[in-house]
């Protein structure tokens, strides 16, 4: 675990150990609050904003809504990683030979 830890820079700090131990729950409820089409359409919109930086920013329930994404994001990719990570580190010890 210190290794996965060390190489997201010891950031996820707001991430629990529940969830450092099993990411799975917290990555099903990402996709609770966005589902699949509407994470794309969002991501797509947060491109063509950097894309576009000239344009106008959003307000309101807009803005909060792409920020509540940007950072359940941000966390879903912490998680991500820490999943792949441990199915690397369980594949490894059942594929080692006696």
């Known amino acids: 675990m210190e290794e996965i830890l060390k190489?997201?820079?010891y950031q996820p700090v707001d991430i629990?150990?529940?969830d450092l131990d099993n990411p799975v729950p917290s990555i099903t409820y990402f996709f609770v609050n966005h589902p699949i089409h509407e994470s794309r359409t969002k991501l797509w919109k947060l491109y063509e904003g950097w894309i576009h930086f000239a344009a106008e920013s959003p307000?309101?329930?807009e803005l909060t809504d792409m920020l509540f994404f940007y950072n359940?994001?941000?966390e879903l990719l912490n998680?991500?990683?820490v999943f792949?990570?441990?199915?690397?580190l369980n594949s490894?010890?059942?594929n080692q030979k006696p």
């Open 72 to 74: 359940q994001l941000v």
């Open 84 to 88: 792949t990570k441990k199915m690397e």
């Open 92 to 94: 490894d010890i059942i």
């Open 79 to 81: 998680l991500c990683y």
């Open 7 to 9: 190489a997201l820079n």
């Open 59 to 61: 307000e309101g329930e």
């Open 16 to 18: 629990s150990d529940e």
